[in-house]
């Protein structure tokens, strides 16, 4: 069973956000994602969820919440709500950004503020969580 974690950021009244750009072999070759990645080891679902943020954003964030979770057969996703804490957006260093080769059809990765008017007019992915996100800043909840 794969694990993922991702964290939803507000910041400067948006929504941190991974633009994917360049993308090959994949259905999609430009879409947003919320940061985040595999647990590794150990780690709780909330340090994993740190961990992946400080590498994709270079951001240090504190887990306010669980918001969301999908499950399917194969994988569970887990999406927390974060505050940040401290750093500058984009300086990250995960693998990502290392030049390996590993990476060459990954396309480019680029951390955005997306407002929270534009979120429902953005193309993020997975819709299932896209689509919750908005009711939430709808609803005030966000």
Known sequence: MRVRL???IP???GIALMHRQHVKNRRYEDYYVFPGGGQEGDETLEQGTIREIKEEFGIDVKIVKLLYTLKSEDKEEYFFLCEYVSGE????E???????PKYIDSGTYTPEIISKQEIKNTFILPPEIKEKLV???ENGII
């Open 89 to 92: 957006l984009g300086t990250g």
């Open 94 to 100: 995960g693998p990502e950004f290392s030049g390996d």
């Open 6 to 8: 991702a964290g939803i």
């Open 11 to 13: 910041m400067e009244n």
């Open 135 to 137: 009711e939430d800043i």
